[in-house]
Nanobody, 117 residues
Framework: QVHLVESGGGLVQPGGSLRLSCAAS????????MGWYRQAPGQQRDVVAT???????NYADSVKGRFTIFRGSAKTTVYLQMNSLKPNDTAVYYC???????????WGQGTQVTVAS
């Protein structure tokens, strides 16, 4: 069982910055991908950024150059630094961990990010 706890959401003005964090705990194998997804009202959940256990990263085109995903010294803690935020970044952001050995994906509870003036 893997448990994910997110934090760092909130209200920010356009052009502002926020940093989300996600701490994973539980039984985690050596090969995994952690990621951030987001879901706006009435929309599907879409990938924002992912990072593998070897620190390979991928980003959605809409956030490239503005968002950065990285792992902390505790390798199962992942951050999403969001800069130059836009109103259409408003969504609930979810952390995920996909275990490539157990073939399981775990999700956090989500954290709301609202970009508005």
């Amino acid at each position: 069982q893997v448990h994910l706890v997110e934090s760092g959401g909130g209200l920010v003005q356009p052009g502002g910055s926020l940093r989300l964090s996600c701490a994973a705990s539980g039984r985690i194998n050596m090969m995994y991908t952690m990621g951030w997804y987001r879901q706006a009202p009435g929309q599907q959940r879409d990938v924002v950024a992912t990072i593998t256990h070897t620190d390979t990263t991928n980003y959605a085109d809409s956030v490239k150059g503005r968002f950065t995903i990285f792992r902390g010294s505790a390798k199962t803690t992942v951050y999403l630094q969001m800069n130059s935020l836009k109103p259409n970044d408003t969504a609930v952001y979810y952390c995920s961990l996909r275990d490539h050995i157990a073939f399981q994906t775990s999700w956090g509870q989500g954290t709301q990010v609202t970009v508005a003036s």
